[in-house]
């Protein structure tokens, strides 16, 4: 049997594709030398540190505001400052009364904000900021994680209690205005730190 030029260069052409084709999967299907690294362990809650000016503080709470007091029958609004500044309005003999409230914040060592109240302007009446706040708790859909303490003049703001729709927590670590430092940290559920 005579073998011609074509035949054997059809065969080493095959044979070559099929080593190449070989030699290809081999290297694929190889374990690769590359190391995952490994995730470091991080002591205690795992977070992402988060600093806001008050402009845009501002705007995160007013848009919580508008998805927590979406149904209220009643609107107040909250602006920051160099205090925290909480217009709105109470029923008094059938009408309806502006008041104004300020408010020192202070961040606290568990994560929480309170809100001392250090002024209050209720049109020419003399009503103590108590009966102010105790009206607003009762007349406000104020979302759950806030607690109004008339009889402290203060209002409470548990953001261990505020929970984000993923799960994530939010711990106040500065709440300085004059300065316009806030810093707040954002926490990982504890399933997603593991």
């Not at 205090?83 to 008094?92: A, M, N, R, T």
Request: charged content about 25%; overall charge negative; proline content about 5%.
């Amino acid at each position: 049997m005579k073998l011609t030029k074509w035949k054997v260069a059809f065969f080493l052409l095959l044979f070559s594709i099929i080593a190449v084709i070989g030699l290809l999967a081999m290297l694929i299907f190889l374990p690769s030398d590359v190391e995952k690294p490994v995730v470091a362990e991080v002591e205690g809650e795992t977070a992402f540190h988060v600093t806001s000016s008050k402009a845009e503080l501002n705007q995160l709470v007013n848009y919580f505001l508008a998805e927590e007091a979406a149904n209220a029958p009643i609107d107040y609004d909250v602006y920051i400052g160099d205090d925290v500044e909480l217009y709105g309005s109470f029923p008094v003999f059938g009408t309806d009364i502006d008041y104004y409230m300020t408010f020192e914040p202070e961040a606290l060592e568990d994560g929480n904000i309170v809100l001392r109240q250090n002024g209050l302007r209720v049109g020419l009446l003399d009503i103590p900021a108590s009966y102010v706040l105790k009206t607003a708790d009762s007349a406000y859909a104020f979302p759950e994680w806030v607690h109004v303490v008339p009889n402290e003049e203060r209002i409470y703001l548990s953001l261990a209690e505020m929970r984000l729709d993923n799960g994530m927590r939010v711990k106040a670590e500065s709440f300085n205005l004059e300065k316009d430092d806030i810093q707040f940290a954002v926490l990982l559920p504890e399933k997603a730190a593991e």
